[in-house]
């Protein structure tokens, strides 16, 4: 099978990797870089769980061909924040118990992250709505809505 | 066959280029939220995926002239937020801010939205209602111009020929006096398969129609326009007895299929019903 | 009625971490991606496996012909059911006791009949997915298609179709008597009657079925699996014929399981494969598989009659429950018990017959789901007050307050409820909460107000001898280890563990480590199923810290000079409590007192087993007898707003009030009852696997749809805190019982704003409009 080389720069560092034109970002973050914090959830772009940022807009891994990546910015959840410098919506995830099964978390809090970024002090309903592409089946999505409002507060601070 | 080669052409130039060398054999991809899961799933297997998802020269909202376009390569996301389309065409930007989910429509495009020529494609009643045209790049370099409402031929079956590729969809900027209003049927608020659309847009002389444009979505094999209910209401004044026979007539029009999304006696049911109450929204009535 | 058992605690004591709103210890390792699920597991030289599933519903299997598949370069194994050891187990129900009756036969892989679309046929380890899935293209599979039946109506009949081999597609019936019907309805000044139909649902857990399994250097074959149950490595043992010690199960933190991961998923497939090829094997479930091929919520049709006097007074109610248990038995027989015990509510019925039926078809396999056979019956029994209600001109409240049961009162199985029952104040404070319906968005817009009530155990059936184990340590610099084999399926069922040993011990939180799911090396702790690991290893890790502290108490003691029973402890200090001695600076520290008794060899472990209360077998002839240990009991009331043009609804206000007994974490318990309250809408809105004969036509998570964030408001939660759980500190389990009214809430709360009602799930805009006459 034919290959090709990418060169993606995954959370600040640059990564390569030869690909095929059927690879998604999906398998290439996971099966080829290890970063297993991109879940795959259903491989067909319905329930959100492998949101990534690619240059700046959230979108679905499994719904972008690794090659449509090639020398662009991919930041995953490992990416938005660290024990050592956490993002204040992984704090606010935490604290307001907006995490259940963990198996959202990681797209959810991307998409929370792409949606701060562009809206820095979103409404409780843009927040619904920023995060209609990323199903939950735990919460309720209550407490991620407040996770997240109280995060862009505190981003305010 | 499995698909095993890849090209992102630079321009429109090395992108004509491409698709008349490898004429049938390749499929676009820009967004790829509809063909990456068919490749998947087996549905689709092209040799070659010719990549415009980052091509400039097709990503561009523009108004000039009296006409707006949009580059077939412009996400749905872009559309929804995009001020000449808030302004100039609501409906357009109404249903692309229902188009699947945030994280979707920031990689699906006007084009492939149109292109996959499904019935439920979310732009294509609003984008009817406009009178739209597509404008498709030949092999040879020739550029060709097929209104919207020529453009799909049957379920999943477009006008565009071997090594030809949408390029933009324009349409005439609304005067000032043509009113619109759409609404999406769907099961769910967000991330839904389209059941039933309606967008009109009705050019408004006093209380007189002068001019409409109907179409409906996943009532049909195609987007369609309701020719009929047009033609019923251009010349008249609207008012409730050609309100009811507007119903009556966009019932005949339309050859919805039942399936699990909502049966045909529901869907002819509430595209009746839709159709009515955005005519009365466009015109500022009471619904 | 039994007045003392009415008494209500006064005052509540004043715990340190209990009831606070702590953040859960698991919860770090998830945001920032430490967890690894059991999709994120690779060990050195892993094969990926495939399993390759019937095409038709019924059919016979004619020929297998795997030699292509074999050639392929890459594949290390294909097995059909001959390559299986011992491919057929039939499951007993229940853990260490035989409770006779029913037997569920576990086929690993298909022979003779195919009973479902979907069923495993062969299993394939190739080195790659990509050459895995080409084998599975290689197998040839010769079929007879067969006529099959897809009704459970249909299937109950004489001369139907035979599912299995066996001479009917009966599965297990129930009874429940009480009084006499004849005379309820006698009695009765009005009596409603109607069938109502619930449709097959999934789980729609974010994380597809996954795990690897592995050949330990011990020779153990050990399985990581996305489990609820790591005890079914009995099972597993059974079917390659090895002693029940040479397989061990690890689950790592699940990513949701909501019942669907309670029978074996992937695990036997791995590990034949691992045992096969001995190398480790992986296997994830696509999600179409996952929805085609496991397991689902029953599907029910239930006639129900009830009769009420003229003053609100429920005399008579009849039920018959079917349910559709699909191609194989798996949980159905309990599901149905559940249904049966469940099936006339929370409400105090002078009369009652009901009779129940599970029914295999050959529908993909339904087995245990959220509520485990409690939401199906309430849609009907919730429905059915209300349509009382309406013609005796009453309020859903009244009707139902006029019903409810009591602490003290008995069940329609003779079972007295000596626990706490605070469903009428849980009503009461729901429809408060929801206040006056909201004025109309437009005049097509018709606002409705519903409301239901349920009850739902938690803790498995009293006949099954339910067990839980825990260890507890303490370390030599004070810090505490626990080890307990819970599931931790998402609900904190680890990190609550640590804030029961983090209170009984005086330690922070973040001293406790909890080491959980493994069948070799973590105390048995039982399922995570049946809202039972609060309840069960809450208690056994309560009762094992307590043994500890015992021990510790008693030294300090003695360094004290005092009576162990003057101690406290709190941050990691011992003293004496106040009002027993006048030198409140006497204080020991934790370390100390933990050093001074290794010195002496004072035992600082304790592994405990709590026995949950057992009973015998109930009467299945009358249904009379225990069943449960004790139940939860809740609320729901909704407003929505209907579009009475389009059929669509807009949820307005979610109002959910449950008797937690004591919250353990508020935030946690509040986390059960919002996702309860939506997993339940769904259920109510627009979940539904719609199947032609026995074809999935939804096998994506865009065709079967769940909630998504803007389908509901906030959910509003009231916690009542009886302090009459049977569980750790007074707590109710919440998991499954903060679900099971919700869809009946909706359909009531529909049916009020449009005067018409639906009487089978979901309610979509469709069924609205046909209601309404409109088509």
């Known amino acids: 099978m034919k290959t090709y080389p990418v060169e993606i720069k995954v959370n600040g560092e640059w990564q390569t990797a030869e690909v095929t034109a059927r690879d998604t970002l999906l398998d290439l973050l996971r099966d080829r870089f290890g970063a297993f914090e991109v879940k795959n959830g259903c491989a067909q772009g319905d329930c959100g769980a492998c949101t990534v940022i690619l240059d700046h807009k959230a979108v679905n891994a499994c719904l972008t061909l690794a090659l449509q990546a090639n020398g662009k910015n991919v930041t995953t959840l490992k990416g938005v924040g660290t024990p050592d410098h956490p993002h204040p919506l992984q704090q606010s995830f935490v604290e307001h118990g907006a995490i259940q099964c963990g198996f959202c978390t990681p797209g959810m809090v991307v998409s929370a992250k792409a949606l701060l970024d562009n809206n820095p002090e979103p409404t409780r309903n843009e927040i619904r709505e920023g995060i209609s592409g990323n199903l939950c089946r735990c919460t309720g999505y209550n407490k991620i809505v407040e996770a997240i409002e109280d995060a862009s507060l505190k981003r305010e601070e | 066959m499995t698909t095993t080669e890849y090209i992102k052409p630079g321009d429109l130039s090395d992108l004509h280029y491409i698709m008349e060398e490898y004429k049938g054999r390749a499929t676009v991809i820009a967004g790829g939220t509809n063909l990456i899961p068919e490749m998947r799933n087996g549905e689709k297997a092209p040799e070659l995926l010719i990549d415009i998802s980052d091509m400039a020269a097709l990503s561009f909202i523009r108004e000039n002239n009296g006409s707006i376009a949009i580059g077939a390569a412009t996400t749905i996301a872009e559309m929804a937020a995009s001020p000449i389309l808030l302004d100039n065409s609501p409906i357009l930007a109404s249903a692309a801010k229902q188009l699947g989910n945030p994280l979707t429509r920031n990689r699906a495009t006007l084009g492939g939205n149109l292109a996959n020529a499904s019935p439920c494609a979310d732009t294509a009643p609003p984008l009817l209602a406009l009178d739209a045209s597509v404008e498709i790049l030949s092999p040879g370099g020739k550029t060709r111009q097929v209104p919207l409402s020529k453009f799909f031929h049957g379920y999943k079956f477009t006008d565009l020929g071997k090594g030809e590729i949408l390029t933009a969809i324009t349409f005439p900027k609304p005067n000032d006096s043509t009113k619109g209003s759409h609404t999406k049927i769907g099961l769910r608020n967000a991330a839904s398969i389209c059941v039933a659309s309606i967008a009109v847009a009705l050019d408004m002389d006093g209380k007189t129609c002068r001019k409409a444009r109907v179409a409906a979505g996943s009532v049909a094999p195609i987007p369609v326009r309701a020719y009929r209910v047009e033609k019923l209401l251009e010349g008249k004044e609207i008012n409730a007895a050609l309100l009811d026979e507007c119903m009556t007539v966009v019932k005949a029009e339309i050859s919805p299929i039942s399936d699990i999304r909502g049966s045909l006696e529901y869907r002819t049911y509430v595209t009746a019903m839709i159709l009515k109450r955005n005519i009365k929204r466009a015109l500022k009535q009471e619904i | ?595 001074a008794c290794a010195a002496d060899g004072v035992q600082l472990y304790n592994v405990a087993q709590f026995n949950a209360p057992a009973r015998e077998l109930i009467d299945f002839q009358t249904g009379q007898g225990q069943v449960f240990a004790d139940f939860t009991f809740g609320t729901h009331a909704m407003e929505v707003a209907v579009d009475v043009d389009t059929g669509k609804v807009n949820v307005l206000k979610i109002i959910a009030c449950y008797d937690v007994g004591q919250a353990i974490n508020p935030l946690s318990a509040e986390g059960q009852i919002e996702g309860g309250a939506l997993y339940g809408l769904g259920y109510g809105m627009v979940e539904e696997v719609i199947l032609d004969k026995g074809n999935t036509l939804t096998p994506s998570l865009a065709e079967y749809l769940i909630p998504t964030s803007v389908d509901a408001p906030d959910v509003k939660t009231i916690m009542v805190e009886s302090g009459g759980g049977v569980g750790p500190f007074g707590a109710k389990g919440l998991g499954e019982p903060s679900c099971v009214s919700a869809a009946a809430a909706f359909a009531n709360a529909v049916a009020d704003a449009i005067g018409a009602r639906i009487y089978d799930l979901p309610v979509t805009a469709e069924k609205i409009i046909r209601a309404l006459g409109k088509i």
């Open chain 3, 1 to 595: 009625m039994l007045d003392k058992l009415k008494e209500k605690p006064t005052t509540r004591p004043d715990y340190r971490i209990i009831g606070k709103p702590v953040a859960r210890h698991d919860a770090w390792g998830k945001v920032f991606a430490d967890t690894k699920y059991a999709n994120d597991y690779t060990l050195p030289g892993m094969l990926y496996a495939k399993v390759l599933r019937s095409q038709y519903a019924a059919a016979k299997v004619l020929s297998i012909d795997t030699r292509e598949a074999v050639k392929l370069a890459g594949v290390e194994a294909v097995m059909t059911a001959r390559d299986v050891p011992h491919n057929e187990t039939v499951t007993r129900f229940g853990q260490t006791h035989k409770v006779g009756g029913f037997e569920g036969l576990y086929r690993v892989l298909a022979e003779k009949k195919i009973r479902f679309r979907g069923e495993a046929i062969a299993l394939v380890a190739a080195k790659s997915l990509v050459i895995a899935e080409r084998a599975l293209g290689l197998i040839k599979v010769e079929y007879e298609p067969l006529e099959g039946v897809f009704d459970p109506v249909e299937a109950m009949k004489p001369g139907a179709y035979r599912v299995g081999e066996d001479e009917s597609n009966v599965i297990c019936s129930y009874k429940v008597r009480k009084g006499d019907i004849a005379e309820g309805f006698d009695l009765a000044d009005v009596i409603v009657e109607n069938t109502y139909r619930v449709p097959m649902v999934d789980h729609a857990y974010l994380e597809p079925e996954s795990g690897v399994a592995w050949l330990d250097d011990d020779g153990v074959i050990t399985i990581r699996a996305a489990t609820q149950v790591i005890e079914h490595f009995r099972g597993i043992a059974d079917v390659l014929g090895l002693p029940h010690n040479k397989v061990r199960v690890i689950a790592p933190m699940v990513g949701g399981g909501f019942g669907g991961k309670e029978d074996i998923t992937v695990e036997t497939y791995i590990a034949l494969l691992a045992w096969k090829t001995g190398k480790p094997v992986s296997l994830t479930y696509t999600r179409e598989e996952s929805i085609i091929a496991h397991s689902k919520r029953h599907p029910y049709v239930m006639k129900y009659k009830t009769g009420a006097t003229k003053d609100g007074k429920l005399v008579a109610m009849e039920a018959e429950l079917i349910s559709d248990a699909g191609g194989y038995v798996f949980l159905s027989p309990w599901v149905l018990l559940y249904s049966t015990v469940k099936a006339t509510g929370p409400y105090d019925i002078t009369h009652v017959r009901v009779d129940s039926h599970a029914v295999l078809t050959n529908n993909t396999f339904s087995s245990a789901n959220r509520g485990f056979g409690a939401p199906q019956p309430c849609f009907a029994y919730e429905s059915q007050l209300d349509e009382i209600a309406k013609q005796l001109n009453l309020s859903p409240l009244e009707i139902r307050k006029k019903n409810y049961l009591h602490t003290g009162d008995s069940l329609a199985t003779g079972r007295v409820l000596e626990h706490s029952v605070e469903t009428e104040q849980t009503a009461e404070k729901a429809m408060e909460a929801l206040g006056a319906p909201s004025p109309p968005g437009s005049p097509r817009e018709k606002i409705g107000q519903g409301m239901a009530s349920s009850m739902m155990s938690y803790g498995r059936m009293t006949f099954l001898h339910d067990t839980s184990r825990s260890y507890v340590s303490l370390e030599l610099d004070g810090s505490v280890t626990v080890k307990c084999g819970v599931q931790d399926i998402g609900g904190g069922q680890a990190s609550s563990l640590a804030q029961i040993t983090a209170e009984v011990l005086g330690v922070p939180l973040e001293d406790v480590t909890v080491y959980i799911g493994d069948s070799a090396l973590t105390p048995l702790a039982g399922t995570t199923t049946a809202t039972r690991q609060l309840y069960m290893s809450g208690n056994a890790t309560y009762k094992a810290a307590m043994a500890v502290r015992d021990n510790l108490f008693s030294k300090a003691a003695d360094i004290l000079d005092t009576a162990s029973e003057n101690l406290d402890i709190k941050d990691r200090k011992i003293f004496i409590r106040p009002d027993k001695t006048s030198d409140p600076d006497r204080v020991l520290a934790l370390d100390d007192v933990v050093k």
